[in-house]
């Protein structure tokens, strides 16, 4: 049997062919725009992700040679909004959940329910990103669109139905729009009849993994598989790249280190707790029916580096192409070993949780005349671990407790980073052998539904395998133990400064 893992991202999608055992097949990839015509929006045409997608399909089925795929699930970026009409066609481009122009239908969902009492029932705090606002966006500001739109879909219910299913979405993208009730796994009559939105104007929700459809023979023949190929609804990619890490069972968390880092985590039963609450991370349903799933979000980590690369890094620049090595990896070879000297506040777009302070700024401490780029550059590695253990321990007074990390994206490819990240947090630190655990997560997803395994669980026990595995050192632990303990007042000391700056 084999299978289509689909991740449709917020900068690109990609398509992967798996065997049952996670073996890849064949890979597809392309890249789409984001238009930001205005400050704080953020668009994408729908019609191009779509047309994309199609061809990273058709891409990852040549290179299979494999014709007769068994099924297709996708995970998908989250919080976006398209209204479409009955025959499925955009009314306008996509929101992205990165667009922020509803900051104003946010502000009044808190006025009319209350922060908590909305947190309470959809496990989201009211935010520009939740899709609902979005929807109220619409309302007010384009009523023509709002009165003429069917659904208002988000990539995982437009591109299943485009692929040809009925138009359905997963409970774990219904339960971050903040109009789904956490536990009754329903759309709230009493949230939507107080804001005028219909019911009907949401996509049907079900479980992760449920079958929903076969795929329309028309698109069959353009992207070369089987007509009986099912269609199975998938998740949100953060849930999906969790489940392809292995993420089936508490205690165990995702790190996702690309551009920004996401720390993931899962959890038995719903997580409303004040803790939660006040670190603003949400709740919703996770990709393996009956668990629920949770996220911290650091909006700064390896664009840091970038940024240093570009303003600072000149001299690295020219020194790594001189020797055929990549900046980073050069940056990375010079950086002193131990703890900093220097502490870096890595809020140089605000902070992410468990502040969400958009007016935090970022900060260099401890320099001297002594201090040079490199430990520069190794006070950006510790700092942005020490965020990370934040987080940890701000779930873990929640009542989340993570001991083992299994590491993602480009922060996965640093040796040195992994095991400052072990030393740091004191958990154990893996990466994995699948490097796509989004597009793999997927694929388990539609391999359950169709019968290749007998549940989630005995599907990522057969194709999630760690590579490497990093442990804490117990001297290094004690060492950034003390850094740490400084780093831990520096956002509260600079807090009132950074408002008035």
Known sequence: MHLIGLDVGTTGTKAVVFDLEGNIKGYGF???????EKPGWAEQDPE??????????????????IKDIKALSLSVQGDAIIPVDRDKKPLHNTLLGMDYRSAKQAQECARIFGDRQLFDTTGMRPHPMNSLT????????????????????????FILSRLGSEPVIDYTMASRTMAFE????????????????????????????????????????????????????????????????????????????????????????????????????????????GMYFTFALN???????????DNLGHAEVAEAEAKGMGAYQLMETKAPKGPSSVLVLPHFNGSGTPWCDLDSKGAFLGLTMATTRHDIVKGILDSLTYELRINIETMRNAGINITNLRSVGGGAK????????????????????????????????????????????????????????????????????????????????????????
């Open 182 to 289: 956490l536990e009754k796994k329903e759309w709230s009559r009493h949230i939507l009849g107080k804001t005028g939105v219909s019911i009907e104007q949401f996509s049907k929700a079900v479980p992760s993994g449920e079958i929903v459809g076969e795929i329309n023979p028309a698109i069959a023949d353009e992207l070369g598989v089987s007509k009986r190929m099912l269609l199975v609804a998938g998740g949100h990619d953060q849930p999906c790249a969790a489940l392809g890490a292995g993420v089936v069972e508490e205690n165990i968390a995702i790190d996702s280190h690309g551009t920004a880092e996401v720390l993931s985590a899962a959890f038995n039963k719903p997580m409303l707790n004040d803790q939660m609450y006040g670190g603003y991370y949400p709740c919703y349903c996770h990709a393996k029916n």
């Open 414 to 501: 640093s040796p040195m980073w992994l095991q400052i990240k072990a030393d740091v947090t004191g958990c154990t630190v893996s990466t994995l052998k699948v490097r796509e655990a989004a597009c793999l997560g997927a694929a388990l997803l539609a391999g359950t539904a169709a019968g290749g395994y007998s549940s989630l669980d005995e599907a990522v026990k057969k194709t999630v395998s760690l590579k490497d595995t990093y442990y804490p050192d117990k001297e290094a632990n004690v060492l950034y133990n003390e850094k740490y303990g400084v780093y831990r007042e520096i956002y509260d000391t600079l807090k009132n400064i950074n408002k008035r700056l």
């Open 48 to 65: 191009k992700v779509w047309q994309l997608t199609r061809l990273v399909i058709r891409q990852a089925v040549a290179e299979s040679g």
């Open 299 to 309: 909006h700064i980590g390896g664009i840091l580096f970038k940024w240093y690369r």
């Open 134 to 157: 979005k929807i109220l966006w619409f309302m007010e500001n384009t009523p023509e669109i709002f009165s003429r739109t069917y659904k208002f879909m988000t990539y995982a219910d």
């Open 30 to 36: 392309q890249e789409y725009d984001v238009i930001c």
